[in-house]
């Protein structure tokens, strides 16, 4: 018997995971800032994600690198963003 592989490919870092009570941008931010990165399929499955994402990008909370090639792009928070982390409660990793 000829033993079969196979890829299982991830897309996803955890944006689209969010529990509804956890979704605010400031955890968005932690999240990025914990996985440094995010995918075009996360980062659109949803009208709130894909608003909130068009948001930080408009407040430059954060950059976007899309040098990594489709469907992936690298992410720095900027120093408003990282204020905005500081000024909320919940400092910290976010758990999907």
Same mark, same amino acid.
């Given at each position: 018997? *000829? ?79 990282? *204020? ?13």
């Amino acid at each position: 018997m *000829k033993e079969q592989g196979g890829y299982l490919c991830s897309f996803s870092v955890g944006l689209d995971e969010l529990p509804r009570k956890k979704r605010t941008r400031e955890n968005v931010l932690r999240l990025l800032l914990d996985r440094g990165r995010f995918s075009v399929f996360e980062a659109t499955s949803n009208a709130w994600i894909a608003e909130t994402m068009d948001s930080l990008i408009r407040e430059k909370l954060i950059e976007v690198d899309n040098s990594p090639g489709f469907p992936w792009s690298n992410v720095r928070i900027t120093a408003a963003g990282r *204020k905005d982390i500081e000024a909320t409660p919940g400092n910290g990793t976010v758990t999907a």
